[in-house]
């Protein structure tokens, strides 16, 4: 099993800076790729970035050159780094962990393990 919680979510302006963060619990992190996903209102979750765990990512076309993903494995914690925030990347944020040795995905269902959430705003 693996327990994943996000942290870092806020209100910023346009232009901003926000870094959230996801901790994970598990024996298989290191071993595991993790996802970036989010949910703007009244719309369904889509992809946002995901690594690999040799540490190759992907990114939507959204937010390529604004946002990076990174991991930790020694402090199993996967990041998001999101530069350059628009109005349109207001959502709910969620985590995601694949199990061991899957590769990076961009699809909600192949995805195993799931975080509550983290709100991002951007006012204009």
């Not at 870092?8 to 901790?23: I, K, N, W, Y």
């Not at 009244?42 to 765990?53: D, L």
């Amino acid at each position: 099993q693996v327990q994943l919680v996000e942290s870092g979510g806020g209100l910023v302006q346009a232009g901003g800076s926000l870094r959230l963060s996801c901790a994970a619990s598990g024996r298989a992190f290191s071993s595991s790729s993790l996802g970036w996903f989010r949910q703007p209102p009244g719309t369904e979750r889509e992809f946002v970035a995901a690594v690999n765990w040799r540490s190759g990512t992907k990114y939507a076309d959204s937010v390529k050159g604004r946002f990076t993903i990174s991991r930790d494995n020694a402090e199993n914690t996967v990041y998001l780094q999101m530069n350059s925030l628009k109005p349109e990347d207001t959502a709910l944020y969620y985590c995601a962990a694949r199990a061991a040795y899957y590769s990076a995905s961009t699809a909600v269902s192949e995805y195993d393990y799931w975080g509550q959430g983290t709100q991002v705003t951007v006012s204009s």
